[in-house]
């Protein structure tokens, strides 16, 4: 990021119903990672283990920037 700004990643279904939420926080100016994993884990510490197999869109938020892209989750 080229500054810090508030960064939203939501994952949603394909009937655009928001299933979870993987940050919302404020980030510096630089690069960052986010890991959202398939292996393991609960629904309370943000996984996707609960999340059955299918096609899901995931979208990056920030003051001046969207950005929405496909995923397939296969279990």
Avoid: C, W
């Amino acid at each position: 990021m080229p500054k810090g700004t508030l960064l939203k990643i939501n994952v949603r279904n394909m009937l655009a119903e928001k299933v979870r939420t993987l940050t919302e926080e404020t980030y510096e100016a630089g690069y960052h990672k986010v890991t959202f994993s398939v292996r393991g884990g609960s629904i309370s510490d943000g996984n996707a283990a609960s999340l059955p197999s299918g096609v899901y869109i995931y979208g990056i938020e920030s003051d001046n920037f969207v950005q929405l892209k496909k995923m397939i989750v296969i279990k």
